[in-house]
T-cell receptor
């Protein structure tokens, strides 16, 4: 699996967009980018994933650069409840059998 | 639709005791897995299953045992608890290749071994 690099922590004001970066310079052509988050003491929650096109769902948007070496998760209007650890994971689709590797992630703190 | 249910939520054991952490899912998903999370660290895979009767080891399997007799249940057994097994344990499931890597996690079981 491609290694990912994320900043250890970020801050964001409530109501503003939170942009969480992830570097995955060794990603291969058929590996997907997945984002999860973990709110304190809870189980991780799936957010979004993508291959090369930008993706959007009810929770967030995922922007993947054209060379696919980095991506950004965007929470368009961050709330206090978005304070969590955000994990960026790169994986081949369909082969992991649930064997995801969670690194240290980015601690996002949303301030009032 | 509860998703993934883990019991107990909290447990305190003495060194050498054995116990089973229960995990049940009502999503009819083939794949299930167990992770542990130590303070300030990411999740590490203990064991996983790709279907009833089929299990395999993850990254940190020592000291744990699993079985999968039904699609719904995937219990994790601690054979002889050690303080190093103090952790939060998460069970997860996903629906196979069409939803691969999109895991649904339980709320966790917090285990303390004295």
């Amino acid at each position: 699996d491609a290694k990912t690099t994320q900043p250890p922590s970020m801050d964001c004001a409530e109501g503003r967009a939170a942009n969480l970066p992830c570097n995955h310079s060794t990603i291969s052509g058929n590996e997907y980018v997945y984002w999860y988050r973990q709110i304190h003491s809870q189980g991780p929650q799936y957010i979004i994933h993508g291959l090369k096109n930008n993706e959007t769902n009810e929770m967030a948007s995922l922007i993947i650069t054209e060379d696919r070496k980095s991506s950004t998760l965007i929470l368009p209007h961050a709330t206090l409840r978005d304070t969590a650890v955000y994990y960026c994971i790169v994986r081949l689709r369909g082969t992991s059998y649930g064997k995801l590797t969670f690194g240290q992630g980015t601690i996002l703190t949303v301030h009032p | 639709n509860a998703g993934v249910t883990q019991t107990p939520k909290f447990q305190v054991l003495k060194t050498g005791q054995s116990m089973t952490l229960q995990c049940a899912q009502d999503m009819n998903h083939e794949y299930m897995s167990w992770y542990r999370q130590d303070p300030g660290m990411g999740l590490r895979l203990i064991h996983y299953s790709v279907g009833a009767g089929i299990t395999d080891q993850g990254e940190v399997p020592n000291g744990y045992n699993v079985s999968r007799s039904t699609t719904e249940d995937f219990p994790l057994r601690l054979l002889s608890a050690a303080p190093s097994q103090t952790s939060v344990y998460f069970c997860a499931c996903h629906g196979g290749s069409s939803g691969a890597n999109v895991l649904t996690f339980g709320a966790g079981s917090r285990l303390t071994v004295l």
